[in-house]
């Protein structure tokens, strides 16, 4: 019999992949209590998988990004992005700015440097531009 560990009490039992939950009054806990007194040493809990900080920080990019876009009213970043050349003055200005602006965004989430990448996603978020929203007269 082989057990595996978990990030939480309860292990797995591995010739069928049950899980055992942390109960002195379930048998098969009991069984595994008493493999682990007998000598029985349990395999570790996988690791989770490691994050790309890069990859987090571009995630929370794009959040700004559509944030941006439907704070000013629009229904998404590329609603936003597609008024640029509109025949109507606001709506082309914002499209404009919008589009200079995100951009700027993704140029610094570019050079951000997976070797050292700053130490949190609001640190990241910190290093972005700020959206000005154009105002009238257009």
Request: proline letters at 9%; glycine letters at 6%.
């Amino acid at each position: 019999m082989a057990y595996s560990l978990t990030a939480s009490s309860a292990v797995i039992r591995a010739r069928d992949g049950a899980t055992i939950p942390n109960d002195p009054a379930n048998t098969d806990r009991a069984a595994y209590t008493k493999w682990l007194a007998a000598g029985g040493v349990p395999s570790p809990a996988p690791r989770a998988p490691a994050i790309d900080p890069v990859q987090a920080f571009t995630a929370a990019a794009a959040a700004v990004i559509e944030g941006a876009a439907t704070g000013m009213g629009y229904t998404s970043a590329a609603s936003a992005a597609g008024w640029r050349g509109s025949a109507i003055p606001q709506f082309a200005a914002e499209a404009a700015a919008f589009l200079a602006w995100r951009d700027a965004v993704w140029v610094v989430i570019g050079k951000l440097d997976r070797a050292n990448p700053p130490e949190s996603v609001a640190a990241a978020l910190a290093l972005l531009p700020v959206f000005v929203r154009p105002v009238a007269p257009f």
